[in-house]
């Protein structure tokens, strides 16, 4: 499946942005769709994934409660709707599917990413 990830820019601290990634080449019917992000000189980490069949959320500790993962079956589309945002948000934000929803889920297809900056 090939992913597109959108949505990133240049906000204030306090503002909110909404990230989609669309999905092409299958229709996702199952698995999981995520995102991830990479701050400069860090490691990439996980932010929330979603199950696509029922929609079982799951976030990181950093951002919950100012996040929100969201999916619609019928256009293929994730979304991320991130409120509150912090200087410690920067990054570039990835998104990815897993074919299969386990515990040990593998992400295996990833979108460009997209740049989200957020200045104090």
């Known amino acids: 499946v090939q992913l597109q990830a959108s949505g990133g820019g240049l906000v204030q601290a306090g503002d909110s942005l909404r990230l989609s990634c669309a999905a092409s080449g299958r229709t996702i019917s199952s698995g999981a769709m995520g995102w991830f992000r990479q701050a400069p000189g860090k490691e990439r980490e996980f932010v929330a994934d979603i199950a696509w069949s029922d929609g079982r959320m799951m976030y990181a500790d950093s951002v919950k409660g100012r996040f929100t993962i969201s999916r619609d079956y019928g256009k293929n589309t994730m979304y991320l709707q991130m409120n509150s945002l912090k200087p410690e948000d920067t990054a570039v934000y990835y998104c990815?599917?897993?074919?299969?929803?386990?515990?040990?889920?593998?992400?295996?297809?990833w979108g460009q990413g997209t740049l989200v900056t957020v200045s104090s």
């Open positions: 990815a599917a897993a074919r299969y929803y386990t515990a040990s889920r593998k992400y295996t297809d």
